[in-house]
């Protein structure tokens, strides 16, 4: 929860998070009867995806397509040495007005501005709607329709830096939505965040000034680290992720 300007502002939001695919991880089959069944392939389904784009991302950036892969070769892998996540989220009905605690001093939300924090992050939303991205260069804020089976890629913050921003993190947040039909009704969202090895070394890019000057990165209300000094200023991919959870979280 955060304040702003006194009001309270509470994130209504749960989430499963998965980092690795075995048995142990799972819920008790009691509890959420055949959750594995499902949830394993998917795992895999969006671990083969990342993996397709990687070589994509390699390729249109001018370094073999195997070398990302080599640097994000422990995805959803039980050795613990890459952080990528399936994260399962539920966002439950937003309450309505009359029955808050105290309705002057609570704002809700369902997910406030960030940007994530690895390569990218692989989003397959319901249709409940309520996504907004933030448009590179600008204040504005557009919201992501629904189209069924698509998937959203979003840079993510350590693409920003290994790029010197050519590819900018995506800024985006999750809106309670307007009317009381839709708030009085909860959404669905999986997200597959895709992060280099822990331990990684992340290949040099043979980056081309841009044509066009850059636009602004976005200045975020936390201190991440400048762009441009991945390589001076970060041993590895692993320091990133945690002082970025440290600052988030801390
Ligand atoms: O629910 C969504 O659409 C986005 C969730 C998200 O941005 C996150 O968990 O980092
Ligand atoms: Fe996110």
Same mark, same amino acid.
């Given at each position: 929860? =955060?304040?702003?300007?006194?009001?309270?502002?509470?994130?209504?939001? %749960?989430?499963?998070?998965?980092?690795?695919? =075995?048995? !142990?991880?799972?819920?008790?089959?009691?509890?959420?009867?055949? @959750? #594995?069944?499902?949830?394993?392939?998917?795992?895999? &389904?969006?671990?083969?995806?990342?993996r397709v784009l990687l070589q994509a991302l390699a390729y249109a950036l001018g370094v073999p397509p195997a070398a990302f892969l080599a640097c994000h070769s422990g995805m959803m892998q039980s050795d613990g040495r890459n952080p990528s996540t399936m994260r399962l989220l539920y966002y439950p009905p937003v309450p309505p007005d009359d029955e808050r605690p105290r309705a002057d001093d609570v704002a809700?939300?369902?997910?406030?501005?960030?940007?994530?924090?690895?390569? @990218?992050?692989?989003?397959?939303? &319901?249709?409940?709607?309520?996504?907004?991205?933030? +448009?590179?260069? =600008?204040?504005?804020?557009? !919201?992501?329709? $629904? +189209?069924?089976? #698509?998937? +959203?890629?979003?840079?993510?913050?350590?693409? #920003?830096?290994?790029?010197?921003?050519?590819?900018?993190?995506?800024?985006?947040?999750?809106?309670?939505?307007?009317?009381?039909?839709?708030?009085?009704?909860?959404? %669905?969202?999986?997200? @597959? @965040?895709?992060?280099?090895?822990?331990?990684?070394?992340?290949?040099?890019?043979?980056?081309?000034?841009?044509? #066009?000057?850059?636009?602004?990165?976005?200045?975020?209300?936390?201190?991440?680290?400048? %762009?441009?000094?991945?390589?001076?200023?970060?041993?590895?991919?692993? $320091? %990133?992720?945690?002082?970025?959870?440290?600052?988030?979280?801390?």
């Amino acid at each position: 929860m =955060s304040h702003v300007t006194g009001v309270a502002l509470q994130e209504l939001r %749960h989430s499963f998070n998965i980092t690795t695919l =075995s048995a !142990a991880t799972m819920p008790a089959q009691e509890e959420v009867p055949e @959750f #594995a069944k499902h949830a394993v392939p998917l795992a895999h &389904d969006l671990t083969n995806l990342s993996r397709v784009l990687l070589q994509a991302l390699a390729y249109a950036l001018g370094v073999p397509p195997a070398a990302f892969l080599a640097c994000h070769s422990g995805m959803m892998q039980s050795d613990g040495r890459n952080p990528s996540t399936m994260r399962l989220l539920y966002y439950p009905p937003v309450p309505p007005d009359d029955e808050r605690p105290r309705a002057d001093d609570v704002a809700y939300t369902r997910c406030g501005a960030h940007a994530d924090y690895g390569t @990218f992050t692989l989003l397959a939303q &319901d249709s409940e709607g309520g996504l907004e991205v933030k +448009l590179n260069g =600008s204040d504005k804020w557009q !919201a992501v329709g $629904h +189209l069924p089976g #698509a998937i +959203l890629v979003q840079s993510g913050e350590l693409l #920003a830096a290994w790029t010197a921003n050519l590819l900018p993190a995506l800024v985006h947040r999750v809106v309670v939505p307007a009317g009381a039909y839709t708030r009085a009704r909860g959404r %669905h969202c999986v997200a @597959f @965040f895709c992060h280099p090895d822990a331990e990684a070394a992340l290949p040099a890019l043979p980056l081309r000034a841009p044509a #066009a000057p850059a636009p602004p990165p976005y200045t975020p209300p936390y201190t991440p680290h400048a %762009h441009l000094t991945l390589h001076h200023r970060l041993l590895n991919a692993a $320091h %990133h992720l945690q002082k970025r959870f440290r600052e988030t979280y801390a």
